[in-house]
Structures are given as C-alpha cells and as structure tokens.
C-alpha cells in the first residue's frame, strides 16, 4: 500500500509518498481502508523527531481516520466487513490501510460524510476526556480554550456552549475571532494585542475561570494560573509554548486550584482511562448531538496525502480553521 513516508526528522520537506507493507490485522483489531486522516500538532512534532509514537505503534504519521473497515480479527464484535467508521489511531492514519483496536472504532454519525468524519475522533476525545471527564466542566462555569480556531478549539467551544459555560477564546486574527463567535464564543481574545488575562478579568469582574484548556505549555503556565478563578481548574493538553516553566504554589494554593496535563496518545487502549473508555463515553455523549448537527466538524481544508508536505506548512503556520484533511491518492 501507499502511505505518507519521512525520510528522516526535519521539516514538511522530509515527507514524501511512497510504498510500505500492508497492515496484518491481530487479534481485536480490524483494518480499515482510509477515506481521510487529518493532520494534527503531534504530528508536526513526531515529523520533527520530538514525539515518537508509543511501543509498538505505526512509524506512519497520522492520529485518526476515517475509512470503510475491510478485515476484521480474532475476538472483534460489534463490527463487520463493509461498516463505515472513523477511529482514533496511536499511528498510521497517513495512509491507504490501517489497523487499529476495535475499541477505538466509532460509526459514522449519520449525516456526516465520511472522510468529513476524519476531523472527528481526535478533537471529540480530546475535549471530552479533558474538559468534562478531567475538569468537569458544568452549566455555568466560565471556561477559556486557547487556539479557538484550532481542531480543538472549534470542538471545545461547540462542546461547551452545549454544556450551558460562558465560553472564552483566544485566537490570533479578527477573522478567527469571528469565527469562534459564530461557533458560540461570548468573549474573544486577541492574543497578538491583548492580555487574556486582563480581559478575563474585566469580563468576570475580577472572579476568573473556572477552567482553562490550553496548548501552549511553559509559556502560559503562570498567567493561566493567574486567570483561574478560586476552585479553577487548568488542563494543559500541548508543548506550542516550551516544556519548562515556574508554578508559583503559594499562588495555587490561595486559588484553591488545580494543574493537570495529560496525553491522549500514550493512553492505553483499554482498561481505566484507556482509549476504549473514552471513545464509549463519546459515543454516548458526544456522537447524538453531532448526528442532530448541533455539533459539527469543521473543514478548513482536504488535500491529498502527496500533498502532506503542504498540509504540514498550513497547520504550522496557523493558516487554518478547523482541520486540515488528507485524502489517499497523489
């Protein structure tokens, strides 16, 4: 089969398209022949040599698809030769054929065209796993999600103005903003010109948010902590801003707040917290309200998986909203 191949660690430049073995289905497995994958920051990162996939993982880039399953392995119920699915992967997406535990499959929502349904496993996981699993998000809460215009951001903001939270972003363009105000977002921040820390303490008379999502890291470790309100709780899902930073405890401390961060990749496939447990819990919170279209998946752009070169230069660039799809083929 065709996938994406790296030449070696470095920049967009390394990736090419060219032949590798097919996939061999094990047990609880299934292959699924690839509509779309969708390119994502850990992607970038694994392209560059700073994240390698977990043990035993695809070399493949790639963190989710969407795709017609065509083998099924040993011990696998619930999913048959022919079904329409998109699946949450530790690797490979970048590619004609996937393997992938069956527990870490999803259905088409209906009313989803399938390689749109690629942009949908790794931002739903995400967001729910961190905002309403992790930091239990509730009606009422005020909620700051970074890079609102990202995959993530765009699913964190959908998410939880559903949920009934005061939703505030940053993004870095007015256009951007506009669109996270479209999505539901009552307050949006220019992080090119304005401290989000100050806005959100002028639009919260001083209280903060109850929760923050972020991706940036080291760089806005502290000022998160400052935009806290007393009880807030920081979930940190991204490096974009560095890996080292001072936490000021006694700060923490007098907040009454909290820190987390946490990979999705690295979660092992089944057992507490696994892959399996999110995804089963998407399905039966998330998946009805995205079948409704009161949650969608949002496109910016599909381009085809020779092409991933380019696709790589948009995502670092910032260029997108949404995600940016690629399809099999040249």
């Known amino acids: 089969m065709r996938a994406v191949i790296a030449s070696g660690p470095g920049g967009p430049e390394v990736l090419g398209w060219g032949e590798v073995p097919d996939p061999e289905v094990g047990p609880g497995e299934v292959v699924v022949d690839v509509a779309a994958t969708a390119v994502n920051r850990a992607d970038l ?48 997406g970048y590619a004609e ?25 790794e931002v739903t996981c995400t967001v729910w796993s961190n905002v309403f699993q992790l930091a239990g998000l509730r009606r009422g809460d005020a909620f700051l999600v970074h890079g609102g215009s990202s995959g993530i951001g765009t699913m964190a903001i959908q998410l939880a103005v559903r949920a009934g939270a005061q ?68 979930v940190v899902i991204g490096m974009q801003g560095g890996t080292r930073a001072e936490l000021d405890i006694a700060r923490l401390l007098a907040k009454r707040a909290s820190v987390a961060a946490t990979a999705l ?22 998946w009805p309200d995205v079948e409704r279209g009161v949650v969608r998946p949002i496109v910016d752009r599909r381009l085809p998986m020779s092409r991933a070169a380019e696709a790589h230069r948009v995502v670092e660039a910032s260029e997108h909203i949404g995600k940016v799809l690629l399809l099999p083929g040249s």
């Open 45 to 92: 990162l694994q392209r560059a040599g700073n994240y390698p996939p977990p043990r035993g993982a695809s070399e493949v880039l790639g963190l989710e698809c969407s795709g017609i399953v065509s083998e099924v392995g040993e011990g696998v119920t619930g999913w048959r030769v022919g079904d329409e699915v998109c699946a949450l992967l530790s690797g490979g």
């Open 97 to 121: 054929r996937v393997a992938v535990p069956a527990g870490q499959l999803l259905p088409r929502p209906a009313g989803v065209e399938l390689a749109t349904a690629a942009a949908l496993p």
């Open 167 to 234: 939703v505030f972003t940053t993004a870095g363009s007015a256009a951007k903003l506009e669109f996270c105000r479209e999505l539901g977002a009552e307050v949006g921040i220019n992080y090119r010109d304005e401290d989000f820390v100050e806005r959100v303490r002028e639009e919260t008379d001083g209280a903060g948010v109850d929760v923050v999502l972020d991706n940036m890291g080291a760089q806005y470790l502290a000022r998160n902590v400052e935009a806290l309100a007393v009880g807030g709780r920081l």
């Open 265 to 286: 990749r690295s979660r092992p496939a089944t057992g507490p917290g696994g892959k399996a447990d999110i995804i089963a819990a998407v399905r039966a919170e998330v």
